[in-house]
């Protein structure tokens, strides 16, 4: 059989087998992580994204061999760590993922050997406390105990005693932490007397996944969004009792515990599409989750399909329904030059940017759309030990933004806006959603 350089087809990704036992087997492991890095050694056309590729390749590069089987493979480990599962490889650079015949997922590699890893209990507590979200940030998003969270983020001393006793640096930006959380803020439902106008693709009725973000950092994002949907006659509904979508614990390799949420939220997501709603989560890694991650992990479940196929990002659903001419574009105001990020778990959707695409509706608006990785990946920009690598991941971006002279910048992930204006004196970053209720004027 020939074996061709490359592949033009789209990216077949395939399900992931994480319930066989050989998964977990530490031996096959090592011998397929040794395939793919021989295979990427031969091509290191992904050296320009996460810090996995340059570590990777610096190893073989100081072996004596200067080839992978020169790598001790005590080592891989230090790829793996790298990895923070944006799947921009193997969705936009991997010449070799299926239906070529080399079959490379990089990710879903990284992933198994994450999971062998926390099935090993090889993982600092650290990481595991900081990805239970729903434990943690209901803790914290208490009256009292939300004002000194805050406060200790802005302390220098506490954050240099932070970095010393749970391993957060000092220097990266934290999230802002409410004491009452959103889903107590906003009433239940907005719009409910609105006749909900279906198209093709959507219903014409809305359930907010607020995500754990929404309901506790970034209320704002989530008003704005109610805001946006319900000045276009979109009746919306919060959902109250979901859980955290997984994608902690997914990167973490905690592959039962997404389960676990997954069990949870499936039933609240469920009902809301029997009572005719779409579902949108204004967190494109939440999204991410329920549109590839979980139907990937569970392909056989009717219940995860359905899910899947109601499940939408806010700018998609948005650009549906201006397809359908059911989008006001009578806007009060331009927002002049925006410097727009292009967050990496929405560019692994394959649905465009739709982003860029609704803020263009707005008159006097002018966008510079920057597609590449901010850094941030949830816990890596917080981490003590990849913080510094983190920045300068995000450091073009940054630049990017600098040299756009923007009026306004922000990315759809509020992480990822975060790290960015960290970056930049006085640099605050804005939800492209609340960009378009300021261009609305509501």
């Known amino acids: 059989m020939s074996t061709r350089e490359g592949s033009l087809e789209a990216p077949d990704r395939q399900p992931l087998d994480w319930k066989n036992p050989e998964f977990y087997d530490e031996d096959l492991l090592n011998q397929e992580l040794e395939r793919a890095f021989d295979i990427c050694h031969g091509c290191r056309r992904c050296v320009s994204l996460c810090d996995s590729f340059p570590t990777l390749f610096d190893l073989i590069d100081e072996s004596d061999t200067f080839e992978v089987d020169g790598v001790d493979k005590a080592d891989y480990t230090k790829v793996v760590d790298q990895c923070f599962l944006c799947d921009l490889c193997a969705e936009t650079k991997c010449p070799y993922v299926p239906p070529h015949e080399w079959m490379l997922d990089f990710p879903h590699l990284m992933l198994r050997a994450k999971a062998v890893k926390f099935r090993k209990q090889d993982t600092k507590w650290r990481d595991r406390i900081i990805t239970s979200t729903d434990p943690i940030f209901d803790a914290i998003s208490t009256p009292g105990i939300a004002q000194l969270a805050n406060a200790a983020a802005g302390s220098k001393t506490l954050r240099k005693a932070g970095e010393a006793l749970f391993g957060l640096h000092q220097d990266a930006p ?190 006097d608006t002018e966008i510079t759309a920057i597609e590449r990785c901010s850094g941030h990946d949830g816990t890596y920009a917080v981490k003590a030990e990849t913080y510094e690598k983190a920045k300068k991941i995000a450091r073009p971006v940054v630049k990017r933004v600098k040299d756009s002279e923007a009026d306004t910048f922000g990315s759809d992930c509020p992480m990822a806006g975060r790290l960015i204006a960290d970056g930049i004196d006085d640099g605050e970053a804005k939800h492209p959603i609340s960009m378009v209720r300021q261009a609305y004027g509501i």
């Open 174 to 363: 934290l999230p802002y932490f409410h004491a009452t959380p959103t889903s107590k803020k906003l009433p239940g439902e907005v719009g409910a007397d609105h006749p909900a106008q279906s198209t093709d693709r959507t219903t014409g009725k809305v359930a907010i996944y607020l995500t754990c973000y929404g309901d506790h950092n970034e209320p704002q994002m989530v008003e704005d969004l109610v805001a946006v949907l319900a000045h276009n006659q979109i009746p919306v509904k919060l959902l109250q009792d979901a859980k955290c979508c997984g994608m902690p614990k997914l990167e973490l390799g905690d592959l039962k515990k997404v389960e676990k949420m997954k069990d949870a939220n499936v039933p609240v997501f469920l009902d809301a599409i029997a009572e005719g709603y779409d579902i949108i989560a204004p967190i494109p890694s939440c999204v991410l989750m329920y549109k590839q991650e979980l139907p990937l992990m569970f392909p056989d479940s009717e219940e995860v399909a359905n899910i899947q196929k109601h499940f939408f990002d806010p700018f998609e659903y948005l650009m549906l329904r201006h397809r359908a001419g059911l989008i006001d574009t009578t806007f009060a105001e331009g927002l002049g030059k925006v410097a727009y990020h292009v967050a990496c778990h929405q560019r692994v959707q394959n649905f465009g940017m739709k982003t860029r695409d609704f803020l263009g509706l707005i008159p």
